[in-house]
């Protein structure tokens, strides 16, 4: 059986309406470095920051913790270029393929925020601190973006 490719044109920001948004008013996004395939970060965007980054092409998040617009990068100027967005087939996660600034994603100082991995039943960090996060941040804290 032969599947179709469905096409949905609209025009301004009807395209947000196709977005399966959560009870919160949110959607998860994973940033994915568009050259290398490497999944980099999770994070969670509302209308205003999808509708952003699409018009920017700058990664703009939505901060649970904060309740504020995040522009990835306004701390660490590790920015993410957007070069693509999908969304997958139950219109429920988007998918940003970027550019990342600098090669770190993390807040750990690592390239992505997935650095660990389980072996016998324990996380094991198989990924290297490639900035201190204190000279990233500044020695007053870490930030989560």
Known sequence: MKMQD????VSGTDWLDSVAW?????????AQDA?????????WMN?????????????????RSRGRLWRKGESSG?????????????DDVILLKVEQ????????????????ALEDSTWVTTD????????IYGR??????
């Open 6 to 9: 469905s096409t949905t044109t």
């Open 22 to 30: 959560n009870a919160d008013g949110l959607v998860p996004a994973i």
């Open 35 to 43: 050259a290398t395939g490497d999944i980099l970060m999770m994070a």
């Open 47 to 63: 209308r205003e920051a999808l509708e952003l980054t699409a018009r920017e092409q700058q990664a703009i998040y939505w901060s």
């Open 78 to 90: 590790h920015e993410q270029r957007v070069k693509e967005i999908r969304i997958d087939c139950d």
């Open 101 to 116: 600034k600098g090669g770190i994603a993390c807040h750990t100082g690592r390239r992505s925020c997935f650095y660990r």
């Open 128 to 135: 290297p601190v490639l900035k201190d996060p204190g000279d």
């Open 140 to 145: 007053g804290g870490h930030s989560h973006e």
